[in-house]
């Protein structure tokens, strides 16, 4: 299972990025799919979750109403639509999923991250 992350870059406070991650070697429509950054020096944090279908979503309270995760299944790909960003937004950001049937049943996949910048 791949997940290839893009759209990173450098923004200024207050501005908007969308991130992309594109799964292949598994169903994607059957897997929940989860963006996660760690900001240098700080342990990794979870931001943003979509179910399989997409139809529910959780988000913590540092990102909600700011930040929107999305899915195409017809394309194997989750978004994360990012506004209204702060400084403290600045983090290398991963997509992840758990294998959630067959012989990999469990198993963690990240990809390699994109890095996020906040500054002006």
């Known amino acids: 299972v791949q997940l290839v992350e893009s759209g990173g870059g450098l923004v200024q406070p207050g501005g908007s990025l969308r991130l992309s991650c594109v799964v292949s070697?598994?169903?994607?429509?059957?897997?929940?799919m989860t963006w996660y950054r760690q900001a240098p020096e700080k342990e990794r944090e979870l931001v943003a979750v979509?179910?399989?279908?997409?139809?529910?979503?959780i988000y913590p309270d540092s990102v909600k109403g700011r930040f929107t995760i999305s899915r195409d299944n017809t394309k194997n790909t989750v978004y994360l639509q990012m506004n209204s960003l702060k400084p403290e937004d600045t983090a290398v950001y991963y997509c992840?999923?758990?294998?959630?049937?067959?012989?990999?049943?469990?198993?963690?996949?990240w990809g390699k991250g994109t890095l996020v910048t906040v500054s002006s």
């Open positions: 992840n999923t758990k294998i959630p049937y067959g012989p990999l049943y469990g198993r963690a996949c």
């Open positions: 070697g598994f169903t994607f429509s059957s897997l929940v």
């Open positions: 979509i179910s399989s279908a997409g139809s529910s979503t």
